[in-house]
């Protein structure tokens, strides 16, 4: 991209560049705080529409929390995505983790607390399988973890027999969901931490940085000293341990596992992880904006099946943010190229 | 018979400057004609201007077979007239097979269905026949020795000219733009016989190369452009390689004279020694603390390769690099190793290799020193913004303001930049590959002040460039490549803008003689 040359003088002097910090114009707040806004008027028009169900207690909090796993596959999902790979697998990690649990747990009677080690040393393998293929082979990351996915998918209809496992301890389901504080099921409490987390790893560690100039710049990575597969291999690994990590919350907060449940998942993830990158950091994919594009999205959907929209509006609503979502980052992203 | 192409009195004028001024020549029918000249002579406008990409200043005549044509040209305009190229990427597509890629026009031009494969390269080995080449037409294109690519490349150019030009099908002027400097020498004959080959069927050929051993070689005459002006035409078989390289260099070149041995230095501080890779074939360069070495020669010599080898962005083969005491393998290299030794590189595409244009100029200054300046787990990013902001300012970056986005910078304050960013480390080695494309002149004094002074810090500076005027500004010693092999020296007051340039042309001459003698042995 050509920087214009007409704007630099004859002895080198340089026009000044008016300033494109977007926290400073009405654009770019708009940008930043538009989605906050945009959620408290659909609260509003909801709430007046249905204020005895959508705007009681019971509703705010059972949303909050039964959508913390989605919230974690999210955070899971933009990791990678800052590094410029697709992690498609993420949703069959989850799903494979809740039904590792499940299995060992109801049929085979392992200990919980070994049954969650096990799930996620099961993510952390399928992070390094990933990983392998994407850096050794170089093959595009989109491919190799749809196809790693299917297999895991493969796996989770093998090891229980395609059926639905219900019963898992109840000491897993009383520290997900059961246990509230202030009114909310912990797992909300675990999803703000895991967010907490990835945003201090983006902004304030040297690996964050890093993944960031991966993502961004690969060949630039490289020369600045990155090892830019090491830093790959190790988003894709943090992906499917967090995919992992939400199966153990899914599998808490329903007390089964279900060999269907990824496919709900992923293009929710996917919607909530591009509409978070045109928020609070507008054009990039940050923990905060993800988080908050979940509740937003689900926001909408309930409040739309509160109207008594049928279930299909799911679909059409996430599909359909999914779309507007990466056109909004693209207009984002070339309106800052134009300038 | 009519010339095949008359050029008069073309011109071409960027924003006051004149890149072309006044050319006039001629090619005659079947003939192959140089054209010769160091970059920036205009060569390249002329071609553009002949391809349609340039409109030239009115007051231009082009006649292609005697007839005149209306400047300026559209872009492809050039096929109607059975003009024909060929550039230095040849415009193959590797993964295709030969038979497809032969075809392309054609089957992107015209409406076919139901093509039989088989017809089709039964098709193509008769063409190939006609030339007396071989090559298997279902082969993938990739697949194919560079020289068989080359030539594939320039069959498709000469049927395409056909079938533009069907009134006088034997006819057509082929432009083969520089197609043989990543060939080996012994391809390059090999070429030269296809080339002679089109001759005899009736077509003219322009040839354009840096090379005057290949424009002695395989041209009846050849005109050499200088400053945008024609300083000559040749007749080969009249000229000698000296008389061709006066007219390029501009000046009387005398003999070669022995060049003084620098005795007065002391033991090498650090070295290259034995670097193959890429083009490179057993390279060997001392450095000295202080000392700015330059890299230089044609395109496709190799120098412009040295800087990647040795930081590690590309594999080398074989090779070590020697700094104080410490001995590394360069065939087991990579870029954050060179950096744990103390050696960077600032590359030439800023864009693409040298900063990401998105993020911010801090962003870009700290990335190389996020875990020896900073606690990696727990980043001051205040303190980080501060440290950029000082060295922008260091630097003389306008504006330094350092949360600015690296793209809204000139590109003079963009190299501004990456200097900031990989003279902070205070490295022991520092190569530089063109430190001064695309910036402007106050810049360029900076970007030269900047290397100075790190060299007067006791860093050992590589710098590779096509830029003589700079090599003579800020070198002490300038190696002239030729064929992956340094061919000549030039030392202290040896070095001025025009030895270098008469050096990059004379150096291949030595080295084949160099060559001829060892394969005698």
Redesign the interface.
Known sequence: MAVSSDRHTVDGAVEPVRGRDPGHTVIGYAEQYGLIVVWAALIVVFGALKPDTFLTWSNVSSLLGSQAVLVVVTLGLIIPLTANDFDVSIANVMTLSSMVIAVLNVLHHVPIGWCMLIALATGVLVGLVNGFFITVFRINSLIVTLGVGTFLHGVTLWISDSMTISGVAPVLVKYVIVTRLLGIPLEFYYAIFICVVVWYLFEYTAVGRRILFVGRGREVARLSGIRADRVRRGCLVASSFLGALAGVMYAGTIGAADPQSGLSYLLPAFAAAFLGATTIVPGRFNPWGATLSVYFLVTGITGLTFLGIRTFVQELFYGGALVVAVTLSQLVGGREERL | MPDALVIENLSKTFGGQRALARASLEIMRREVHGLLGQNGSGKSTLIKILAGYYAPDPGGRLLIDGDQVELPLEPGEFRRYGISFVHQNLGLIPSLTVVENLFVGELASRLRWGISWEQERRRATAIFAKYGLNIDPAAAVAKLPSVQRAQLAIVRAVEEMRLGDRRRPARGLLVLDEPTPFLPKRDVEELFALVRGIVQEGASVMFVSHDVDEVLAITDRATVLRDGVVAGTLTTRESTRQDFVEMIVGRRVETVPARPQDFGREEADAAIEGLSGGTLKDLSIDLHRGEVVGLTGLIGSGFDEVPYLV?G?RSAEAGCLKLGAAIYDLADW???R???ANVV?I?GDR?????????TVA?NI???V??TE?S????N?RDMLRRAGRLARQFDV??GDP???F????????QKVLLAKWLQMRPNLILLDEPTQGV????RQKVFAAIKEAAGAGAAIVCASSDYEQLATICDRVLIFGRGRVVSELIGGAISKESIAEYCYLGLVRLERGLEATEAD
Do not use: E, I, K
């Open positions: 930081f962005s990579d870029p954050s060179a950096m744990a590189l590359p864009q693409n290799a040298g900063a990401v244009a998105s993020l962003d700290t990335v190389p996020l875990s900073y990696p787990w727990m980043l990013r306008t504006p949360s600015l986005p793209d809204t910078l000139s590109g003079g304050n963009q402007d002149v106050g810049a």
